[in-house]
């Protein structure tokens, strides 16, 4: 009889086969147990609140929560609490107050996630879908005798859905961020910082009352004058004081249109002392900002996509030179029947300017659309795929008496391009 094995290299497949069945089975096993293990060490009293919204566990919530605008942390949450009320995050957060530090649980607020390094999120913890809360409804209040008019709103609601609202009564908010589908309990647990805040300070200088969750589940009101200085420590608190649940925002009659301006420098010091003048006069431009171009070719054809020259001649040849430039941006509201004004305004506000003259543009657009501009931006970068990538920004608080010694160090030396992000640069009025 004869016996006829397989090749040696054929058993050892088959080996190799089952142990990979075997190892997968296992693995998934472990998967399954791990799951398993997740789940059951969720606080059942956590599960068990009585609710009017929810908590969700499920790992695409759980995914959500676990990014941001940053784009460069990401810690995973124990369970996502989608609000219908402000008694259910005062609910969860009292729950998770009494059982004390014991259970590690921590909570953050979750605007429309523009944190940058995670601050939005909550390792085990629990995320708080701010965006999911819809009450209060948002009011605007016109006729308040010699104050001035305000919307109340709900801290999950977007600037953007603001704009809209309070724009049917002719009215807007006087400061604003650059960006506007963020929430309003997210700026304001920062600043909100925009080119409106060198005369009407920050977004947080802009409210008049606030209705707080405090860290131990209470539902407070405040305001300077009521609780001053939980008020006080809320705005521009990272989230650290308590959760914004409601803001009354102080409004201001709104204009139709928009002057959109920007001219460009290559000495800086004429760039900062402009900008520093502008901000300090009375009656100038309702917007002021700046911006920096380092190693940036073909910037003025770009413009030319939106912006007009005021001298297309001269704009055409105009040659960066590879230099390190300054742009000066600024904006001047006005209604229709206003134009011819705001126009001799603008002339003389630029006459007094040390630009360079070859590079004056100037496009005139609704107001919402220069509010929203920079969403048309981000519609552009997502097509791109250019919108989710990792975001390392920062801010800084500069001291005009060193503001010369930054630049001379960073713009040109440390900083060589600016190619892959904007660098924004203008000034703030202190006692704003």
Partial sequence: MRYHYPPRNNI?????????????????????????????????????????????????SLSHAARDFGNRYQYHPMAVLQPESVSDIASTIKHIWLMGPSSHLTVAARGHGHSLQGQAQAHGGVVINMESLKVPEMQVHV???NSPPYVDVSGGELWINILHET???????????????????????????????????????????LEIVTGTGEVVNCS?????????????????????TRARIVLEPAPAMVKWIRVLYSDFTAFTRDQ???????????????????????????????????????????????????????A??????????????????????????????????????????????????????LWDVPHPWL??????????NFAEVVFGNILTETSNGPVLIYPVNKSK
């Fill in 224 to 244: 300077a004058e009521n609780n001053g200085d939980l008020f006080h420590s809320v705005l521009g608190g990272l989230g650290q004081f308590g959760i914004i």
């Fill in 332 to 385: 001047k509201y006005f209604n229709v029947e206003e134009i011819d004004a705001a126009n001799q305004e603008v002339e003389e506000h630029l006459s007094r300017l040390s630009y360079i003259p070859s590079t004056l543009f100037s496009t005139e657009v609704t107001f919402v659309d220069f509010l929203d501009r920079v969403h048309i931006s981000e519609v552009k970068l997502r097509s791109k795929g």
């Fill in 143 to 145: 006729d308040v005798g």
């Fill in 12 to 60: 050892l497949g088959e080996h190799n086969i089952l142990f990979l069945k075997s190892f997968t089975i296992l693995f998934l096993s472990c998967i399954a147990i791990r799951l398993n293990l997740c789940l059951s060490s969720i606080p059942s009293s956590l599960k068990s609140l009585p609710l009017g919204g929810h908590l969700n566990f499920d790992e695409v």
């Fill in 395 to 404: 801010n800084l608080l500069i001291p005009k008496s060193q503001i010369h």
């Fill in 167 to 209: 724009l049917r009564y002719g009215l807007a908010p006087r400061s604003w961020t650059d960006y506007l589908h963020l929430t309003v309990g997210g700026t304001l647990s920062n600043a909100g910082v925009s080119g409106q805040a060198f005369r009407h300070g920050p977004q947080i200088s802009n409210v008049q009352q």
């Fill in 276 to 330: 520093e003048r502008l901000i300090s006069a009375e009656n100038t431009f309702d917007y002021i900002e700046g911006f920096v171009i380092i190693n940036r070719t073909g910037l003025l054809n770009n413009w030319r996509l939106s912006f007009n020259p005021q001298d297309p001649v001269q704009a055409s040849h105009f040659k960066s030179d590879g230099r390190t430039l300054f742009c000066l941006e600024m």
